[in-house]
Nanobody, 122 residues
Framework: QVQLVESGGGLVQAGGSLRLSCAVS????????MGWYRQAPGKQRELVAG???????YYQDSVKGRFTISRDNAKNTVVLQMNSLKPEDTAVYYC????????????????WGQGTQVTVSS
C-alpha cells in the first residue's frame, strides 16, 4: 500500500511563507510524476505545481515566481516552498504521486495525500 503524508500547512499573513512537504512510503517500484494540487471552497481541485514524467517542472501562472517545487528522489519526497502568499492562495493543498507498483506495471497508479490546510489572512 502506498501512502502520501503531507505536512507544513497553517495560517500565515499575506506576504508570508510556508513550506509544504510530502513523503511517499510503502511498497512500490518507482514514482513517476509528482505534484501539488489545491482546492478552495466551492472550486475544483487544480494543479499548482508539479514534475512531469520527463522531469520538467510546471507551475500554474498565478504562482510563478512565488512558489518553488523540489523533489528528492532518494527520499521519495516533494516540497513546495510558497513565498509572497496571497489570500487567494487559501485552500486545502494535496500532494499527488503517480506510482509504478512493479517493474512490469503497464501503467501508473495515482495516489493522493490527505490534504493540508493553507490559510492566508489579509
Amino acid at each position: 500500500q502506498v501512502q502520501l503524508v503531507e505536512s507544513g500547512g497553517g495560517l500565515v499573513q499575506a506576504g508570508g511563507s510556508l513550506r509544504l512537504s510530502c513523503a511517499v512510503s510503502g511498497s512500490f517500484f518507482s514514482i513517476n510524476a509528482m505534484g501539488w494540487y489545491r482546492q478552495a471552497p466551492g472550486k475544483q481541485r487544480e494543479l499548482v505545481a508539479g514534475f512531469t514524467s520527463g522531469g520538467t517542472t510546471y507551475y500554474q501562472d498565478s504562482v510563478k515566481g512565488r512558489f518553488t517545487i523540489s523533489r528528492d528522489n532518494a527520499k521519495n519526497t516533494v516540497v513546495l516552498q510558497m513565498n509572497s502568499l496571497k489570500p487567494e492562495d487559501t485552500a486545502v493543498y494535496y500532494c499527488n504521486a503517480d506510482v509504478y507498483q512493479t517493474a512490469w506495471s503497464a501503467r501508473e497508479d495515482s495516489y493522493w495525500g490527505q490534504g493540508t490546510q493553507v490559510t492566508v489572512s489579509s
